[in-house]
């Protein structure tokens, strides 16, 4: 295989999405995990080499652009977490056990992607040439 | 100062037209994407300063031939 240009490498993509969908639902359908899982990872390993192979170039803009998607995912993503699980920890509480327990497992995420967030900027800040403020 | 204060326009296409370049051809120079010229181009991106370096360079001309700082 020669190297190839995005068009055919994002051809390739989805040539590969629907053959492994096609083979997970038969795996599905004939309750076999091993099948859905050969197809997962034939699919994988399949679009590692069709992209070393192709010239995706990830530059400057791409990058802002993720930068910009993942902070605007974290600001709407852990309010909105942190208040389902407040809702469902006053809703649930002493009447529903399982709203409860969904409670406290949407808290935690809440509390693990603060914690995620909070050291990330610090590394980030500290690479960056921030902290030394006096 | 936020980016509502300020414009940064450019002559990217005009000396990309100059050196007869296609959008294609220039962004392989740079090694970045035909969207970003094309986001460039249109004013619709802020290059960082490496590629703006970069795209001086290729053209041989100063940074401030191409891209111009304006107040609003």
């Given at each position: 295989?020669?190297?190839?240009?995005?068009?055919?490498?994002?051809?390739?993509?989805?040539?590969?999405?629907?053959?492994?969908?096609?083979?997970?639902?038969?795996?599905?359908?004939?309750?076999?995990?091993?099948?859905?899982?050969?197809?997962?990872?034939?699919?994988?390993?399949?679009?590692?080499?069709?992209?070393?192979?192709?010239?995706?170039?990830?530059?400057?803009?791409?990058?802002?652009?993720?930068?910009?998607?993942?902070?605007?995912?974290?600001?709407?993503?852990?309010?909105?977490?942190?208040?389902?699980?407040?809702?469902?920890?006053?809703?649930?509480?002493?009447?529903?056990?399982?709203?409860?327990?969904?409670?406290?497992?949407?808290?935690?995420?809440?509390?693990?992607?603060?914690?995620?967030?909070?050291?990330?900027?610090?590394?980030?800040n500290k690479?960056?040439g921030g902290g030394n403020e006096l | 100062?936020?980016?509502?204060?300020?414009?940064?326009?450019?002559?990217?296409?005009?000396?990309?037209?100059?050196?007869?370049?296609?959008?294609?051809?220039?962004?392989?120079?740079?090694?970045?994407?035909?969207?970003?010229?094309?986001?460039?181009?249109?004013?619709?991106?802020?290059?960082?300063?490496?590629?703006?370096?970069?795209?001086?360079?290729?053209?041989?001309?100063?940074?401030?031939?191409?891209?111009?700082?304006?107040?609003?």
């Open positions: 295989m020669s190297s190839m240009n995005i068009e055919k490498f994002k051809q390739i993509r989805v040539g590969v999405a629907f053959f492994v969908g096609f083979l997970v639902s038969i795996a599905v359908s004939i309750d076999s995990t091993v099948l859905a899982l050969a197809a997962i990872i034939t699919g994988i390993i399949f679009l590692v080499l069709a992209r070393s192979k192709a010239k995706v170039v990830v530059d400057e803009r791409d990058k802002t652009i993720r930068e910009k998607a993942a902070n605007i995912t974290y600001a709407i993503f852990a309010p909105t977490i942190a208040t389902g699980a407040l809702l469902l920890i006053l809703f649930g509480k002493g009447r529903y056990l399982y709203l409860e327990s969904l409670g406290m497992v949407l808290a935690y995420l809440t509390c693990f992607l603060i914690v995620v967030y909070a050291i990330s900027f610090w590394y980030l690479k960056y | 100062m936020n980016s509502e204060e300020y414009k940064v326009v450019n002559k990217l296409k005009v000396y990309r037209a100059m050196r007869n370049f296609t959008q294609e051809e220039l962004a392989q120079k740079l090694g970045v994407s035909r969207q970003t010229i094309i986001a460039i181009e249109n004013n619709k991106y802020l290059p960082s300063l490496p590629l703006a370096f970069k795209i001086s360079q290729l053209f041989k001309i100063n940074i401030e031939d191409i891209f111009e700082y304006q107040e609003e």
